[in-house]
């Protein structure tokens, strides 16, 4: 499993952009799908991104067009860029990392976005 810390998240006006980080320990980043997800209050945890060890990248329905997720291998980071933030938006969001060909594994703390409408 890999250790990961999120950062970046905050209070943001409706409109607004917000970049969440995730830092991930161990020296095999390059080889795990790195996923957002988030849990809203009241709500069930739902996917977010995810870009996969290959390359691609997917996104909820919900956050296509506005959100873009990004790695740097070097780094061992990968980051959620949300732009045209909603209220609805508003959630804790965790980062995840799915060894290659596996389900998620390794779960971060969270990190809280409030967008205010």
């Known amino acids: 499993q890999v250790q990961l810390v999120e950062s970046g998240g905050g209070l943001v006006q409706a409109g607004g952009s917000l970049r969440l980080s995730c830092a991930a320990s161990g020296r095999t980043f390059s080889s795990y799908t790195m996923g957002w997800f988030r849990r809203a209050s009241g709500k069930a945890r739902e996917f977010v991104a995810a870009f996969t060890w290959s390359g691609s990248t997917n996104y909820a329905d919900s956050v296509k067009g506005r959100f873009t997720i990004s790695r740097d291998n070097a780094k061992n980071t990968v980051y959620l860029h949300m732009n045209s933030l909603k209220p609805e938006d508003t959630a804790v969001y965790y980062c995840?990392?799915?060894?290659?060909?596996?389900?998620?594994?390794?779960w971060g703390t969270g990190t809280q976005v409030t967008v205010s409408s």
């Open positions: 995840a990392a799915a060894p290659m060909r596996s389900y998620y594994t390794s």
